[in-house]
């Protein structure tokens, strides 16, 4: 163990003064903050200052594995912030999927070479720089969850450059969080350990801790901690929609941006069986009592990488990915019923989604495989969907089997819920705003095998085609294509736009923009980006209610649903044991 890693183990971080030493460069930048002294960089081009591998909690480690963030200490000396930190705990994604000869293709989200640690709770921080130095009025600050089904992912990844959105002016954050077992694991033993009798749901907790940390320390980089938006995509929106939630969050930021993902699935209890689910400290122990002896303390005495693979590869463990519960600390009930009766935060919302969700993530199995015939997909819908069968094959007739699963797909487990958020913030009188994604980029030009190489589909705007917009940086979405266009470039702008104008003064519209109105109920008003923005009217009729209806039935019987069960893999009437366990 380094001396580093020991002084960490004991709360105090040692760092070597690197004052006149040779790792100095021309584009070195020290900063000085409450945690301590930072060495980052200033680009020689754009002007940004970059600070990485920011610690924003104690690394949860041995006797600290599931336990609340606490902040991290300050340290002496000058800390090196010039690289990221590790990722957190997470299976490696293979960079190809094989489904026979000539069926190779390449997995979107595959990111390679990822070093990934339980000492993982790090930030990285652009802020503009001029001169070399920060002098200027406190700017906006944006803070950025990342996606990955709450299994995956980094706030490093290069996906996530925030040097182009800090050029308009503001000041850009991204982070990591437990992931996971790591995140999301309740047993009763460690509720019996917490002051709060709760446990599980600590990835969120991390996220709470990361906007302490800015509230405390974004001032020294030219932040304003008093004027902060959280935005994030997949399951760093479903994030942004349960942070809106946590009385924990509270004064901690006041704009919220939600890009595919609002967590407005059944969520177990943490100590009683709900909604068709046994509770969250029950399945925990299950799961522990398979894997280990010796209850919390044969956990704990687990290898990282070896409670990885158990929590991935067991025979009935749950998805700890989708296993936030409810716990009466971080959250007092089901998100999807805090909305419903209006206690969620009212403050300022961005939400959308695209117009291909089911691309590329149909390689996971999320998406149903495409029926043999009509009237095999016919017979389906009646069996899972009863009385909303007429009503599902108007929005998603039969002429085109595979369209009609990716697009139920979409907007099962994306659009509808999108617009729903966006309608119950309206309900509190909440300022919405809601956009549809639809751009094709040349990435989303190709053709992807779907169903595991049954057939093909275009990619379109798949999920997370907007990111490299919304960061302003198209060309790392299109590096390996050489493919770039003018459309890009202007969309990535003006898209940016509208994300920083909103981080600004919490409305998107700004000179020059097409005007972008709020959404309401009566007109579901909303932006289309396309080749352009395009402010339009009533996004997919009819299919907004179709869910809703679909939402309040499984409600009603108590039948549990989550990212696993949406389109042709959800329901509405109670399928046979055997159906529903396959």
Known sequence: MSLLRKAQGFGLVLVLSLAGGAMATAADMRLTTPQGQLLGEVGSEDGIAVFKGIPYAVPPVGMRRWKHAEPAPVWYGLRNAKAAGPACMQMTMP??????????????????????????????VWTPAKGGEIKRPAAPVMVWIHGGGFVGGAGSSPTYDGAALAKKGVVVVTLNYRLGIFGFFAHPELSAENAHGASGNYGLTDQVAALNWVKANIAAFGGDPNNVTLFGESAGSWAVSLQLATPLSEGLFNKAIGESGAYL?????????????ASGEAMGKAFGDKVVPGGLAGLRGLSANTLLAASMMTPGAPNFGQFVVVDGYVLKRPLRETYLRGEQRAVPVMVGSNSDEGSGLSDFGVVAPTPKDSASYVAQVKARYGDLAPAYLKQYPASNLTDAVFNAYRDSEFGWRMEHWAGQMAAVKSPAWLYHFSHVSPVGEAMHWVDFGANQRRLGAFHAAEIAYVFNIPQQQLQNTGAIKPADISLADTISTYWVNFAKTGNPNGAGLPDWKPYLDKDRRFMAFDEAAVPSINLLPGRLELHRKIDAIRAQKGISWNGAQAGMLGNTVPLPETAASR
């Open 265 to 277: 699935y059944s969520m177990p209890d943490l100590k009683t069986e709900a909604g068709g689910m």
């Open 95 to 124: 960079e190809t999927l094989s489904f026979g000869p000539g069926k190779t293709q390449t997995v979107l989200y595959a990111e390679p070479g990822a070093v990934t640690s339980e000492d993982c709770l790090y930030l990285n």
